[in-house]
């Protein structure tokens, strides 16, 4: 798939590249990034270049991941943002901000922008959100952007080397008035 630039009033997603390389390894850096998602650990400048320029494009090309950098619209990075493709119509979604821009609102209103073009244009018919227990500013995200928080899977994620309970939570088409590209039938109780 051919990458793609989105926006909103107040940001930019668009893939990132060689040229935000240095502003993606300035980011990492920040312990809590480094703490609750499965970034390397120290986070090295080769782990930026290899991120910037093999990582995100080879996503795109494959299809397998669709990875946006959230920039202010001066052209600050305040965020990134992926979308990976995990099964038939289903993609999860996964997410950082910059330490400086954090509870601006940025991250949810990101990743309602994705979302809406992954179920448009992709065909995505589930945004599946984890987090580990205990990563509250993750949840608050997701929440605010809408995911419903279904449970917690024990073992669900790997983070770097260790298995952790998670946070599952999910997103559908129906949850922004969309139309999905499959039927659903939701369960009876």
Sequence with gaps: MEPVTLTTDRLVLRPVGPDDTDAVYAAVQDADIQ?????????????????????????WAQGSMFTFGVFLTGGELAAMLALTMRSLGTAEVGFWA?????????????????????????????????????????????????????????SGINNKGVRRDCWIGSLLPSDLSLPSTAPYLPGRA
């Design 98 to 154: 910059a330490k400086e821009h954090r509870g601006h609102g940025y991250v949810a209103e990101a990743t309602l922008t994705a979302c809406r073009w992954v179920f448009t244009e992709v065909g995505v018919d589930r945004v599946e959100w984890r987090a580990e227990v205990g990563n509250h500013a993750s949840r608050a995200v997701a929440e605010r952007a809408g995911f419903t928080v279904e449970g917690t899977l024990r």
């Design 35 to 59: 703490r609750w998602t499965t970034v390397p650990s120290p986070y090295l400048p080769e782990h930026a270049i290899s991120f910037t320029e093999q990582i995100v494009p080879d996503g």
